[in-house]
């Protein structure tokens, strides 16, 4: 399964993050422009997305085989294996 975000995600993770914080509700338009850019160039460095056309691949997290069996143990932490590391 492709795991991807778009534009229009993001752009609705600030508008949300708008809504819940006042200081960034005063943010101009150039330093919300920024503060996107720059945690987009983040995650890329990181290798946590990848830029394909019009969308952005999230890549799955590398993580040991025991940290993988502890979190198979318990029902909850085991979502964070389905929607963080694709498994």
Same mark, same amino acid.
């Given at each position: 399964?492709? #795991?991807?975000?778009?534009?229009?995600?993001?752009?609705?993770?600030?508008?949300? $993050?708008? &809504? @819940?914080? +006042?200081?960034?509700?005063?943010?101009?338009?150039?330093?919300?422009?920024?503060? #996107?850019?720059?945690?987009?160039?983040?995650?890329?460095?990181?290798?946590?997305? $990848?830029? &394909? @056309?019009? +969308?952005?691949?999230?890549?799955?997290?590398?993580?040991?085989?025991?940290?993988?069996?502890?979190?198979?143990?318990?029902?909850?932490?085991?979502?964070l294996l389905k929607f963080v590391l694709d498994e």
């Amino acid at each position: 399964q492709k #795991r991807v975000i778009t534009d229009g995600v993001i752009n609705a993770f600030f508008e949300r $993050k708008e &809504e @819940e914080s +006042e200081d960034v509700r005063n943010w101009n338009i150039a330093t919300k422009k920024k503060v #996107r850019q720059v945690l987009l160039r983040i995650l890329v460095e990181c290798q946590l997305l $990848k830029k &394909e @056309e019009q +969308e952005w691949r999230i890549t799955p997290i590398l993580i040991s085989q025991r940290l993988r069996e502890l979190v198979k143990k318990d029902d909850t932490k085991r979502l964070l294996l389905k929607f963080v590391l694709d498994e």
